[in-house]
């Protein structure tokens, strides 16, 4: 497995949205473990292939280290709860900046997995936090689209001065 290097805001393919994975194969197996060492090394607790220029809806995700690893392939949020909650969020592609965000408390999806198995499963809590988060990613939408326009602005200064 390989770390693999991470995209930086404001580069333009993290804008853009993912294509489906069709082939289930030891190339996606591959890139899954890439993710999780690159994630871990980050570090982070999500990562998606788009974060590593691969446009491909493709994610991992480990909230509590490697024993906890969930990948999830092609995954789809088939619905959301009305119920919502606010979490700091940050990016593996912006390091060193956070902001709160709101999203749905919990949410439904259906997704593969590396062997091309079809699951459903309902998250709550962190885990539908980053599943959120990560699906956004996979859909072109980064993750300070969801705040206001002026703590985007401020985010994006703040990271700014950080890289000078």
Known sequence: ????????????????????????????????????????????????????????RLTVIELDGPASQRIYVNPEITWFSPEQQRHTEGSVSMPGVTDEIERPARIRLA????????????????????????????DGIFWIDRLSRLKRDRIVRKFRKMGE
């Open 1 to 56: 497995m390989a770390i693999l290097p991470i995209l930086r805001y404001p580069d333009p393919r993290l804008r853009l949205p993912c294509k489906p994975i069709e082939t289930f194969d030891e190339r996606l197996a591959t890139l899954a473990g890439d993710l999780a060492v690159t994630m871990r090394a980050a570090p982070g607790i999500g990562i998606t292939a788009a974060h590593v220029g691969v446009l491909e």
């Open 111 to 138: 997704y593969r997995d590396p062997s091309g198995g079809r699951h459903e499963e309902e998250a709550d809590g962190l885990l539908a936090v980053c599943l959120q988060h990560e699906i956004d990613q996979l």
